[in-house]
Nanobody, 126 residues
Framework: QVQLVESGGALVQAGDSLRLSCAASGRTSGYDYAVGWFRQTPGKEREFVTA??????IYVDSVKGRFTISRDNVKNTVYLQMNNLKPEDTAVYYCAATPIFTGSYDYLRPTSWNYWGQGTQVTVSS
């Protein structure tokens, strides 16, 4: 079992930067798990943002060049550095984890991820 706890959400202005953290506990070990971030706004489905699978970083097009996912295996923490934030980035951000995947794994689907945090709110004002 893996437990995930997000933090770092805040109200910021467009153009600002913010770093989200996701502390993992339980049966996590180094690169055994892929980690990812999703986001969700009211009335919409949870949307894939980024994932780190082994050393491969995957980003949705809308955040490429602005967001960076990283992990600190000593601290068992995953980070999402968000730069040049836009109002459309406003959402609840969720950290997720699943065993390392290969090939045609459908990482875009929330149901493909086994473990979830409780979410942290990011609001970007214009």
């Amino acid at each position: 079992q893996v437990q995930l706890v997000e933090s770092g959400g805040a109200l910021v202005q467009a153009g600002d930067s913010l770093r989200l953290s996701c502390a993992a506990s339980g049966r996590t070990s180094g690169y055994d798990y892929a980690v990812g971030w999703f986001r969700q706004t009211p009335g919409k489905e949870r949307e894939f943002v980024t994932a780190l699978n082994w050393n491969d970083r995957i980003y949705v097009d809308s955040v490429k060049g602005r967001f960076t996912i990283s992990r600190d295996n000593v601290k068992n923490t995953v980070y999402l550095q968000m730069n040049n934030l836009k109002p459309e980035d406003t959402a609840v951000y969720y950290c997720a984890a699943t065993p390392i995947f290969t090939g045609s794994y459908d990482y875009l689907r929330p149901t493909s991820w086994n473990y979830w945090g409780q979410g942290t709110q990011v609001t970007v004002s214009s």
